[in-house]
């Protein structure tokens, strides 16, 4: 079955980095887009980013452009996502996410990992 | 503020027919598919409707999507207690090259 699990999330402190993982696992990763999707407390989603299959294509919600960037290995089934200048806005859960079949309908979601940006 | 527009809340009682608008604009809506997620209290948003219509294998054919121009609608018949949950649209925006959700509507099962 189809399982994605994020990890890499925590506490840090504002201006720094964190970078999130996502181990995909149950179907084959390397011919999916894949997205990063976030939940501020209480609030409604966001999205984040999306890589296409071959890591050649990648797009950015605005507000994430020039300071996040997501990347993926297929060798290693794994999607990444590079949190840079991090301030309490970016405080979230981000869950990973499959993309079905390149339309931008998201099929899988990841339990979600949670960032927390706090002086 | 959020691209796309749905009301913030809904309610229905048991059995009754409920629907969840989603208004937007040409960039998304009206040129792009439009996808609903419901997401239950405490867990990962679940895709409900992808395509304007189609359901996944496993929902209900109690939910059914509509799209007409730049607005979509999620209609949910005999409401049951287990639907009380919030429930997203989204649609790619040509002019955002993004993705863009629904701020969200809350459903309460009375």
């Known amino acids: 079955q189809v399982q994605l699990v994020e990890s890499g999330g925590g506490v840090v402190q504002p201006g720094t980095s964190l970078r999130l993982s996502c181990a995909a696992s149950g179907f084959t990763f390397r011919t999916y887009a894949m997205h990063w999707v976030r939940q501020a407390p209480g609030k409604g989603l966001k999205w984040v980013a999306i890589i296409s299959y071959d890591g050649s294509n990648k797009y950015y919600g605005d507000s994430m452009k020039g300071r996040f960037t997501i990347s993926r290995d297929n060798s290693k089934n794994t999607l990444y996502l590079q949190m840079n200048s991090l301030t309490a806005e970016d405080t979230a859960v981000y869950y990973c996410v499959r993309d079905q079949s390149g339309d931008y309908a998201l099929d899988y979601w990841g339990q979600g990992t949670l960032v927390t940006v706090s002086s | ?110």
């Open chain 2, 1 to 110: 503020q959020s691209v796309l527009t749905e009301p913030p809340s809904a309610s229905g009682t048991p059995g009754q027919r409920v629907t969840i608008s989603c208004s937007g604009s040409s960039s998304n809506i009206g040129n792009n598919y439009v996808y609903w997620y419901q997401q239950l209290p405490g867990t990962a948003p679940k895709l409900l409707i992808y395509r304007n219509n189609q359901r996944p294998s496993g929902v209900p054919d109690r939910f059914s999507g509509s799209k007409s121009g730049t607005s979509a609608s999620l209609a949910i018949t005999g409401l049951r207690s287990e639907d009380e949950a919030d429930y997203y649209c989204a649609a790619w925006d040509d002019s955002l090259r993004g993705v863009v959700f629904g701020g969200g509507t809350k459903l309460t099962v009375l």
